[in-house]
């Protein structure tokens, strides 16, 4: 593509230095070539050929659905959490590649085009069940490279603050806000297996079977340990039942009440003596059967005395699982995770950006960060080196995302100069190495 000749800009504190800018030339955005290749490798965006209907007509469309998409979920990861920046990135050489078809020799989708693409196109009832379901299918789509030997799925509630006259959006007197209140599912890899936007004062356990009933559909033919999560919003008699028809093994904690108390009436008195520095902490393990419950559970209990408190933090967690009460506790700890995906998908994608006035469109747009994070978790999670294994997904934004690139073309393939500063090639090199074995053994979608 050619451009404009620009005057260069000159700078006081040296004047030999110049400032050019070639926006058609020149990305700010490299890695995403990375993540571009994990995406072929799983072929991920590839899906939407599959599932999603397109019911634009007439001879002038020049994106496919596919493309667009990519466009939607690569703008988002890389930091651009709405369609108002898609005419800069339309010219935008990284962003070209990774959309592909016609945005390679031309540009990728304007502004208008995306927007019609996320407000109409994806709005249909028929595309947006199928949106709602991509993030199953991508995580399905890993695990046939990667198996797991074990499941574990947190549910856990959100809240995505709103200002403005959004539809569904209300406020909520636990979070204090007028805001929209999203449930999500992970699985143990931090992985999001579903999501639904929801009202802003709907409760947090509301419609937790939309969420919840196809994760557990999806995974019912897998013979390995399954294991469930939650706090103590979905501590509900309908969710236990379900949980053990399925062969679930279940932590949840319950709110706590008279009754839990009495039960541990001997753990609740000050140890004697001068408090030592660390916490003690006692356990207990009991039966217990709730008015609406159709039998006896079992309770674990954890007792927390500490040097400067008066009384002490106790907490119960309702369970089906062996064993003694303090491993109980440990695992339903572990859910702690699903709350720092929550603020990873906050902080490095912004995933709480829902400004559009129809609800259904804040559905679609949370389902693409999700999609979006969901590539990123991948990548982190099957692709990095041991040195940079610990990176969270704000570090790969800064440093990976947001290598300098500069495109040189040839008569026969084209070469991007990435900035070796952050991320040098060995390290590139060693990610790229990495997500060719998965291409080797990922299995390819047979021609219809």
Same mark, same amino acid.
């Given at each position: ?275 030592? +520095? $660390? /916490? =003690? ?8 059967? %709730?008015?609406?419950?159709? *039998?006896?559970?079992? !309770? @674990? ?23 003694? +009460? $303090? /491993? =109980? ?8 995770? %699903?709350?720092?995906?929550? *603020?990873?998908?906050? !902080? @490095? ?36 080196? %041991? ?62």
């Amino acid at each position: 593509m050619g451009e404009a000749r620009k005057e260069a800009l000159r700078v006081d504190f040296d004047r030999s230095v110049k400032l050019e800018f070639h926006g058609s030339t020149i990305s700010s955005d490299g890695g995403l070539l990375a993540y571009r290749e994990l995406d072929e490798a799983f072929a991920l965006t590839a899906m939407a050929e599959d599932v999603l209907t397109d019911l634009r007509t007439g001879s002038n469309i020049q994106h496919s659905l596919t493309g667009l998409l990519r466009q939607s979920i690569y703008s988002r990861l890389a930091g651009y959490d709405d369609t108002n920046d898609a005419e800069r990135l339309g010219v935008d050489p990284v962003m070209r590649q990774v959309v592909g078809g016609r945005a390679v020799g031309h540009t990728a989708a304007s502004t208008s085009q995306m927007a019609r693409f996320e407000t109409e196109v994806l709005t249909q009832p028929k595309n947006l069940s199928a949106l709602l379901a991509l993030a199953g299918k991508w995580v399905d789509g890993v695990r046939l490279a990667k198996p797991i030997k074990k499941l574990i799925l947190d549910l856990d509630s959100s809240v995505s603050e709103t200002y403005g006259r959004q539809e569904g959006s209300a406020y909520n007197g636990y979070f204090r806000c007028e805001c929209y209140h999203p449930v999500f599912c992970f699985n143990q890899d931090g992985d999001v297996e579903a999501a639904l936007l929801r009202n802003g004062n709907v409760a947090s356990a509301h419609d937790w079977r939309l969420v919840l009933v196809p994760v557990i559909d999806r995974y019912r033919g897998l013979d390995i340990a399954k294991l469930f999560r939650g706090d103590a919003a979905f501590a509900i008699p309908e969710l236990y039942e379900l949980l053990e028809a399925e062969g679930y093994r279940y932590t949840i904690r319950l709110p706590a009440n008279e009754v839990l108390y009495r039960e541990i009436a001997h753990l609740m008195k000050r140890p004697v003596g001068r408090p030592p +520095a $660390k /916490p =003690i902490v006692l356990y207990h393990r009991f039966d217990y059967q %709730a008015a609406t419950w159709n *039998k006896p559970r079992t !309770v @674990a209990a954890k007792v927390e005395w500490h040097r400067d408190e008066l009384f002490p933090r106790v907490g119960f967690v309702v369970t089906n699982m062996q064993g003694g +009460a $303090k /491993p =109980i506790i440990n695992l339903y700890n572990g859910r702690g995770r %699903a709350e720092q995906a929550i *603020k990873e998908g906050k !902080v @490095a994608l912004n995933w709480t950006r829902l400004s559009c006035h129809d609800f259904v469109d804040n559905q679609v747009r949370l389902q693409l960060f999700v999609l979006a994070y969901n590539l990123g978790n991948f990548l982190r999670r099957l692709a990095l080196p %041991a040195c940079v294994r610990h990176w969270t997904l704000t570090t790969l934004l800064v440093k990976l995302i947001k290598t300098g690139a500069k495109v040189v073309h040839h008569a026969r393939y084209v070469t991007f100069q990435l900035a070796e500063v952050a991320v040098p090639q060995k390290v590139f090199a060693a990610v790229l190495t990495r997500i060719r074995r998965f291409a080797a053994i990922t299995p390819k979608p047979v021609p219809i």
